[in-house]
C-alpha cells in the first residue's frame, strides 16, 4: 500500500510539466538519473494506478519522449558540424580496423605454422591451390579427408562464380568458407598449411568480388535494381564505408550525365533552365536518400555522409542556377523572372523534406545575394520609369485604367475594389509597378527581404516626392539640388487644380494605397495569423511595428511636399512678380493720414488670402472624397504659412515699432480687424487651429504694444463690440455675393 500512495503524487506532480517548461522537466528526470533508480520497483508502483492515473502518466511520459527527442535534436544540431566529423572519422577506423583485422588473421595463421614446425621454404607457396594438392600427395601414411578435398576445391568454384557473375552464390559461398575455415581453426581439423591457403584464397576472392562489385557501380549503365544490388552486396563482403560513397558517387555521375543536355544560353527562359536542372538534381537527392535508408538504414555515419554529400549537390546547383538564370535577371532588375527562378528551386528542394533532408537553407542562403542584387535593381528601374512619366505627366487626376500586370492579372481597381480612387498618370504607374515588387517579394519571405524592401520603397517614393515638388512653379528642392546631383526634367504644374493633384498622389500613396499593399510583406507568423481572433484590439494594433515606422515615413515625405505647396502659394499672394511685397507696415502706418478716405474692411492682401481658400477649398472637396481631414490640414496649413510668415517679417515690425512713421490707433483698428478676420474665415471653413490663434493673439498684442510705445492705450483705442456690427464685409472687393455666411457670423468677433 505504501508504494502505491507514494506513486500517486508523481503521478500528478508530473502534470504541470507542459506549464512549468524545461525546470520542472528537468527535476522529473533526476529519479531516472540516480544511481539507486530500481526500474522493477518503479514499475511495479505504477502498476497499481487507476485508468485516470494511468492516462495522466502515459501523457507524462510522451512529454518525456517529446523533450528527450528536442533535446537531441538541440543537440545534434548545435554540434553538427562535429558530428559529421566524428562519424567520418569513425566510419574510416570501422574500414581500417577490418584490414588489421584480416592482416592480422593472417599473421596468426603464419606464426602458427611456424610454431608448428613448417619449413620457412614452404611458406613461398602457402596459398596456392597447387600447394594444398602437393601437400596432400606427399602424405603416403594416409588418404585426404572430405574436408580436405573440399578445400582443394573452393577456390575452383568461387573462381567460377566469379566469373558467371553469379555475386549472390559467391558471397553465400565466401560466409560458408569463412565458416568452415573457423571451425576448423578451432577443432584443428587441418593442416595449418592448408587453413592457411584456404584464408588466403576466401580473402583474395572476396577481394576480387568487391573490385568486380565497385566497377558495376561505376558504370553509368548500372541503375536502379542492380545498383542497389551491387551496393548491397559490397557491404556484406564487410566494406560498408567504400559501398556508401560508391553509392552517392553513382547517382552523381548519373546526375552529371543527364545534365549534359541541358545548354543554357542568354536566351533561354530562367524558369525552364532552373526547373530542369532542379528536376535532375533534386531527384538524384531524393533517390540516393531512398537508397541509403534502403540499404543502410538509420545509421548515423551513413547519414551524416548523406547529408554532406546532398548539402554539396545542393551548393553546386545553386551556383549553376545563379550563373546561368539569376545573375542576368538581377542585374537587369528582372525580380519576377529571379523570384521565379528561386521558388521553383525551393519548391523542388523542399521535396526533399519527406526523405528527411532539410536543405532551404542552404539554397536561401545562396540565392539571397542575387535576389537582394534583383530588389535593387527592380527598385531602380521602377524610380527611372516613374521619372520618365513625370516629365509627360499632365497632372490631371483619373480613375485607374484596366492594365494587365506583369502577374498577368487584369488590373481596375474602380472596377474591382471597394476603394474608387484618383491619380496622375504616373502615380498609377508607381502603385502598379509597387504592387508586382509586393506580390514578388511575398514569396520570398523566409529570405528575409520584407526589411529591405519596405526601405527601398520609402527611398523610391522619397524620389518621387522630390519630382512632386519641382512640379510647384519655382520651386527650390533643397533635398535634391545641393548634393550634387542634377535634376531630372519634370513638367510643371501650371494652376490650382494641378498643384492640389500633386498633393493627392502622395497622400493617397502614403496613406492608404502604399501601406496596403505592403501588408502583403507581413512577417507575422501563421500561428500569429490563426490566433488572430483570439487577440485583444491593442495586440492586433501592434503586430506589425515596423510597417507603422515605415508608414510615418511616408507621411514624413508628403509632408515635405505640403510644406513646400503652401510656402509657394504663400509668397504668390505676398509678393508680385517684380519682388515687390503686398503686405507692408505702410498698410498699417499710412491710414491715420487718411481718415477721410478710410473704409473699414479687410485689407486686399487678406481678401485675397479669402479667396484662395475658397477656390482651394472647392477643388479640394472635389479631389479628395472621403478624405476629409487631409483638406482640412490642407487649409490649415497654408493660413498658418501666411500669418506665420507675417509673424517672423522683421522689416515689417521694425517699421511698426521703429518708424518712420509710429503705428497710429486707426492703423491698430486695421490690423486688428485683419486678424480677426482671418479668424472668422478659418473658423468658418473649419481649418482654424490652436496654432492660428495663438499666434494670431501674439501678432495683436505686438501691435498693441507698438501702439503703448507711443504714450496710448489700445485698449481705449479700440472700439466698442457694436463697431463691427456696422461694417458691410459683403461690399469687399472682390468677394462675390455669396459671403452672406460672414454677415451672419460676424457677432463671433466680439467673443475672439
Known amino acids: ?287 540516393a536518400a531512398s537508397d541509403s535508408l534502403a540499404i543502410f538504414g538509420k545509421e548515423p555515419a551513413y547519414t551524416s555522409e548523406l547529408v554532406t554529400w546532398a548539402t554539396k549537390q545542393t551548393e553546386d546547383f545553386a551556383q549553376l542556377v545563379k550563373r546561368h538564370a539569376l545573375a542576368s535577371s538581377a542585374a537587369a532588375g528582372g525580380f519576377r523572372s529571379a523570384a521565379e527562378c528561386v521558388q521553383i528551386a525551393l519548391g523542388h528542394c523542399s521535396l526533399l523534406e519527406a526523405h528527411g533532408l532539410s536543405l532551404c537553407h542552404v539554397l536561401m542562403k545562396l540565392f539571397r545575394p542575387s535576389v537582394e542584387q534583383a530588389v535593387d535593381a527592380n527598385l531602380k528601374r521602377i524610380e527611372e520609369s516613374i521619372a520618365a512619366l513625370a516629365a509627360a505627366d499632365d497632372w490631371v487626376l483619373a480613375n485607374p485604367p484596366t492594365v494587365t500586370r506583369q502577374s498577368g492579372r487584369l488590373t481596375s481597381v474602380s472596377g474591382t475594389s471597394a476603394y474608387n480612387y484618383k491619380l496622375t498618370s504616373s502615380a498609377h504607374r508607381f502603385n502598379l509597378m509597387v504592387q508586382d515588387l509586393f506580390d514578388d517579394v511575398g514569396p520570398l519571405l523566409s529570405m528575409q527581404l520584407g526589411k529591405r524592401t519596405l526601405e527601398g520603397v520609402s527611398q523610391v517614393f522619397n524620389s518621387y516626392i522630390n519630382m512632386l515638388i519641382r512640379a510647384l512653379p519655382n520651386s527650390i528642392d533643397e533635398e535634391t539640388n545641393f548634393d550634387g546631383t542634377v535634376n531630372k526634367i519634370v513638367r510643371i504644374a501650371e494652376n490650382e487644380a494641378q498643384q492640389i493633384s500633386l498633393l493627392a498622389n502622395a497622400s493617397l500613396l502614403a496613406e492608404e494605397l502604399l501601406p496596403r499593399a505592403a501588408v502583403k510583406i507581413s512577417t507575422v507568423s501563421q500561428d500569429d495569423h490563426n490566433h488572430d481572433s483570439h487577440r485583444r484590439p491593442s495586440d492586433r494594433q501592434n503586430r506589425h511595428p515596423e510597417q507603422r515606422e515605415w508608414r510615418r515615413r511616408l507621411v514624413s515625405s508628403v509632408d515635405r511636399l505640403k510644406n513646400s505647396f503652401c510656402q509657394q502659394h504663400a509668397l504668390d499672394l505676398i509678393f508680385t512678380e517684380e519682388g515687390d511685397s503686398h503686405l507692408t507696415a505702410a498698410m498699417y502706418i499710412n491710414v491715420d493720414g487718411n481718415v477721410d478716405e478710410i473704409e473699414w474692411c479687410p485689407s486686399l492682401i487678406f481678401q485675397e488670402l479669402f479667396l484662395k481658400l475658397n477656390r482651394m477649398a472647392s477643388i479640394v472637396a472635389e479631389m479628395f472624397v472621403g478624405r476629409d481631414r487631409f483638406a482640412t490640414l490642407l487649409l490649415m496649413k497654408l493660413t498658418e504659412t501666411v500669418v506665420l510668415w507675417l509673424s517672423r517679417d522683421q522689416s515689417f515690425w521694425d517699421d511698426i515699432e521703429e518708424g518712420p512713421k509710429p503705428l497710429g490707433p486707426l492703423g491698430l483698428q486695421q490690423f486688428y480687424l485683419d486678424m480677426k478676420f482671418v479668424i472668422l474665415f478659418a473658423s468658418q471653413g473649419r481649418y482654424l487651429s490652436r496654432n492660428l490663434v495663438r499666434v494670431v493673439n501674439e501678432i495683436i498684442s505686438k501691435a498693441m504694444a507698438a501702439l503703448t510705445a507711443t504714450g496710448m492705450d489700445p485698449n481705449s483705442v479700440l472700439p466698442e463690440d457694436g463697431w463691427f456690427d456696422e461694417l458691410h464685409l459683403s461690399d469687399l472687393t472682390g468677394v462675390p455675393s455669396s459671403f452672406p455666411f460672414l454677415l451672419k457670423s460676424i457677432a463671433v468677433l466680439r467673443s475672439l
Open 1 to 287: 500500500m505504501a508504494s502505491v500512495k507514494s506513486s500517486r503524487p508523481r503521478a500528478h506532480s508530473a502534470m504541470p510539466a507542459k506549464e512549468n517548461g524545461g525546470v520542472k522537466l528537468e527535476e522529473n528526470l533526476n529519479l531516472f538519473k540516480s544511481d539507486k533508480f530500481d526500474a522493477e520497483s518503479y514499475v511495479q508502483s505504477k502498476c497499481s494506478l487507476n485508468e485516470k492515473e494511468i492516462k495522466h502518466l502515459r501523457s507524462y511520459l510522451l512529454d518525456l519522449k517529446k523533450a528527450s527527442a528536442e533535446e537531441m535534436r538541440r543537440s545534434v544540431y548545435a554540434n553538427y558540424t562535429a558530428f559529421i566529423r566524428t562519424s567520418k572519422e569513425i566510419s574510416d577506423l570501422e574500414g581500417e580496423l577490418l584490414s588489421i583485422r584480416n592482416l592480422l588473421s593472417t599473421q596468426a595463421a603464419l606464426i602458427h605454422g611456424l610454431a608448428e614446425g613448417v619449413h620457412l621454404d614452404s611458406l613461398s607457396t602457402v596459398g596456392t591451390e597447387e600447394s594444398i594438392a602437393n601437400s596432400l600427395s606427399s602424405s603416403e601414411d594416409r588418404e585426404p579427408s572430405d574436408l580436405e578435398k573440399w578445400s582443394v576445391d573452393f577456390p575452383d568454384m568461387l573462381d567460377v562464380l566469379l566469373a558467371e557473375r553469379r555475386v549472390d552464390e559467391a558471397l553465400t559461398a565466401l560466409d560458408d568458407g569463412e565458416q568452415v575455415a573457423s571451425e576448423a581453426k578451432e577443432m584443428n581439423t587441418l593442416n595449418p598449411d592448408v587453413l592457411l591457403s584456404l584464408q588466403t584464397a576466401i580473402s583474395g576472392r572476396r577481394q576480387k568480388l568487391a573490385d568486380q562489385l565497385a566497377e558495376a557501380a561505376c558504370q553509368p549503365s548500372t541503375r536502379g535494381a542492380e545498383l542497389r544490388a551491387a551496393i548491397s552486396a559490397l557491404r556484406r563482403l564487410g566494406d560498408g564505408s567504400r559501398a556508401h560513397t560508391l553509392l552517392l558517387h553513382a547517382h552523381l555521375q548519373r546526375c552529371q550525365y543527364n545534365m549534359q543536355s541541358l545548354r543554357p544560353s542568354s536566351s533561354s527562359y530562367g524558369g525552364a533552365y532552373t526547373a530542369a536542372l532542379s528536376q535532375l538534381v533534386f531527384s538524384a537527392i531524393a533517390q
